[in-house]
């Protein structure tokens, strides 16, 4: 298959373009976190229910 | 704030607030207004449900609502780039100052779409996710891609998808449905004609230019305010039933027999004033109070149960 002129140059991003991408990961990592303590706090109430009206 | 104004704070904001620009792009495009409304009617169905959710609980699954609303948010802006451009109150939506592409809005509104759909239900429970499932499809597919550019009757059939977060909140308090929380969705659905009218009257030419046949356009102003009328009476017998049926007391009570014969007031004097600046500063009242009806109605709903009231 012939490749076009431009899959054979390298991918070169702009300083916008790389200003968005990081502002995007650092985004894209706080949510990620906070999905953690999310799960992580929904698990404990969960969990200390199920323990407390466990038979015994 | 406004999307118009956000918008336009982040056009003029300097290189050092250039990410928080960024940032609130986003923001705008997960439309923050409804979001609001979704999260607050969610919460008061919450509230206003039989038994208890632990704090942790309501708080996780209002932080999913709010993500599943501004996703179908971002989708519905995704799709109507092309007319948000035409549209004065809509051309300074991210997309259309080529803030933010096309295609990442797409992505981004997936994945917050999928997302908040499979936590709220893994964390809280399937019903919940279900309903929160069903009010993006229906935003996204019924109202945005099929009935808006279709038929004047897009947002009376469409206005559905902005009804369910209250039935949302039910099933997160309660893991189900109930008459209570269909008669919460009846007063948004019957709410959200008169509503978006009153809006249409005054921007009638924006959607004729956009070719979106809003009723204004398709059988005229007249028709328009007769249609107004009519809806507002019937949401106003409406938004008092849940005093009677559902999870309403007699604050409830007064505060939508008041509000709603208010709003058939206004929406009286709409259907009277017909030529010139006095029709439209009408519909703009008629406009501004219906938001303020709503949230007076819902939050009469929590007022009541942080009181003991019920």
New interface residues.
């Given amino acids: 298959m012939m490749a076009t002129p431009d899959a054979e140059r390298p991918l070169v991003l702009t300083e916008e373009e790389k200003r968005r991408q990081r502002i995007r990961s650092l985004a894209i990592a706080f949510a990620l976190a906070a999905l953690v303590v999310i799960f992580f706090l929904v698990t404990i109430v969960r969990l200390s229910g199920n323990v407390m009206n466990r038979p015994i | 704030m406004t999307e118009t104004s956000a918008a336009i704070a982040a056009e003029t904001a300097g290189p050092d607030t250039?990410?928080q620009g960024?940032?609130r792009d986003?923001l705008v495009l997960m439309k923050p207004r409804v979001m609001s409304l979704a999260i607050f009617t969610a919460l008061a169905a919450m509230v206003a449900a039989p038994g208890s959710v632990?704090p942790?609980?309501a708080v996780?699954a209002l932080?999913f609502i709010a993500m599943g609303a501004g996703a179908a948010g971002a989708l519905n802006m995704w799709y109507d780039a092309d007319i948000d451009r035409l549209m004065a109150r809509t051309a300074l939506r991210p997309i259309p100052r080529n803030k933010v592409p096309p295609e990442e809005a797409l992505a981004f509104g997936m994945v917050l779409s999928i997302g908040s759909v499979f936590?709220l239900g893994v964390?809280v429970n399937w019903t919940a996710s279900a309903l929160l499932a069903l009010t993006i499809l229906y935003y996204v597919f019924i109202y945005t891609m099929w009935l808006k550019r279709r038929t004047p009757l897009n947002i009376v059939i469409g206005g559905a998808a902005g009804s369910f977060p209250p039935m949302i909140g039910w099933a997160v308090a309660t893991g189900g449905v109930a008459l209570e929380s269909v008669l919460l969705f009846i007063v948004i659905f019957l709410w959200t004609p008169p509503h978006f009218w009153a809006l249409a009257l005054v921007r009638s030419r924006d959607y004729e230019r956009a070719g979106v046949p809003m009723l204004p356009v398709v059988a005229g102003k007249d028709h328009t305010r007769t249609q107004i009328l009519v809806y507002s009476v019937v949401m106003a017998v409406a938004g008092v039933a849940p005093s009677y049926f559902g999870p309403g007391g007699m604050f409830y009570l007064a505060v939508s027999a008041l509000g709603g014969a208010v709003f058939v007031g206004l929406a009286l004097r709409v259907y009277q004033r017909r030529e010139g600046a006095a029709a439209d500063r009408a519909a703009r009242a008629l406009f501004a109070f219906s938001i303020f009806y709503l949230f007076g109605v819902f939050a009469a709903l929590i007022i009541e149960q942080a009181l003991g009231w019920v």
């Fill in positions: 250039a990410a960024a940032l986003y632990h942790v609980i996780t932080i936590c964390l």
